[in-house]
């Protein structure tokens, strides 16, 4: 088979030429077109959602009394997905279709390694949320965790980790997943608060006087509330004592100083019973047998 050169005159190139320069400009005014309309969607979502959106996030925050500390985080979500949302329509709005399906891949494919390798950081995160959510604590409250073991006062809440200063004045960094993964006692958060206190007394020791000592000891003090007013009961005998457990309410635990008024109302108590020759005894243990002396000539006779 033969080949035919082709050959083109002036015209023909020319038009060739018109043609091209024509699918550019088309182009290009069609790219120019699409990143105009992402531009002007992106913003007018952005705008519209700051001022909608974030507006009323905002208030059903200020509704359950969140402070500013605790509210950044959850603003800055907000704007996160505010964000997010006006990009993946203003994609849609340009005709980026193709575009935005491959990046929602590769941003799948990406959140899935992450979510592997970030397991812990994603539970304190998602721990953070329910704290913030249904807030079992706030900065200032007392609370105590892990069995009691642990406790104190807390000063800073994150979305990773809530710090929790001691009353031995250690500031201890607790993450989330801690505190929502197990019993949390929170004691300061109602309106008012209960202490126990058992003093032992002597079993030779009059049970009424003592139980009227410590009531009166407990509407001295300025601190403790008179209704609920405080009551006296036995719980125990023990080896050495007579147990009697007080229960006194202190009000606004989340604002008194309650280990102070607690020492305060436990030393009061216990001069009164100094006072009354009252007794707090000792622990007592009674040892029995018989202890036996060897002369020295038996002990010489056993070691022969």
Same mark, same amino acid.
């Given at each position: 088979m033969i080949g035919v050169p082709l050959q083109a005159d002036g015209d023909d190139l020319g038009f060739l030429g018109d043609q091209l320069e024509s699918l550019v400009g088309d182009a290009l005014a069609s790219t120019l077109e699409s990143a105009i309309i @992402?531009?002007?969607? @992106?913003? @007018?979502? +952005?705008?519209?959602?700051?001022?909608?959106? *974030? &507006?009323? !996030? =905002?208030?059903a925050l200020d509704r359950r009394e969140l402070d500013r500390h605790a509210q950044k985080p959850l603003l800055m979500i907000t704007r996160f997905a505010i964000a997010f949302v006006a990009i993946a329509i203003a994609f849609g709005a340009a005709d980026y279709g193709n575009f935005l399906v491959s990046m929602a891949g590769i941003a799948a494919a990406g959140a899935l390694a992450v979510g592997f390798a970030m397991q812990s950081v994603i539970s304190n995160f998602v721990a953070g949320v329910f704290i913030y959510?249904?807030?079992p604590f706030r900065i200032g409250? +007392?609370?105590? +965790?892990? %069995? *009691?073991?642990?406790?104190?006062? !807390?000063?800073?809440?994150?979305?990773? !980790?809530? $710090?929790?200063?001691?009353f031995d004045n250690e500031l201890l960094t607790?993450? %989330?997943?801690?505190?929502?993964?197990?019993?949390?006692? %929170?004691? !300061?958060?109602?309106? $008012?608060?209960? /202490? =126990? @206190?058992v003093? *032992?007394?002597?079993? #030779?020791?009059?049970? /009424? /006087? &003592?139980? #009227?000592?410590?009531?009166?000891?407990? =509407?001295r003090h300025p601190d403790i509330m008179e209704d609920p007013a405080p009551s006296v009961r036995l719980t125990e005998l023990g080896d050495s004592d007579v147990g009697l457990q007080s229960r006194f309410w202190i009000a606004n635990p989340s604002r008194a100083d309650f280990v102070r008024i607690r020492g305060e109302y436990v030393q009061s108590v216990k001069?009164?019973?100094?006072e009354e020759g009252i007794d707090i005894p000792y622990p007592v243990r009674t040892l029995e047998g018989a202890? *036996?002396?060897?002369?020295?000539? &038996?002990?010489?006779v056993a070691d022969d």
């Open positions: @992402f531009v002007l969607a @992106f913003l @007018f979502l +952005w705008i519209v959602g700051r001022l909608v959106v *974030g &507006a009323l !996030v =905002k208030r959510t249904d807030r409250d +007392w609370i105590e +965790w892990d %069995n *009691g073991d642990y406790s104190g006062i !807390v000063e800073d809440i994150s979305l990773r !980790v809530t $710090r929790v200063r001691t607790v993450p %989330n997943s801690e505190l929502t993964g197990g019993v949390l006692m %929170n004691p !300061v958060d109602a309106d $008012r608060l209960r /202490q =126990k @206190f003093f *032992g007394i002597g079993y #030779d020791d009059d049970i /009424q /006087q &003592a139980t #009227d000592i410590i009531i009166e000891e407990a =509407k001069e009164r019973f100094d202890l *036996g002396l060897e002369t020295p000539a &038996a002990l010489e």
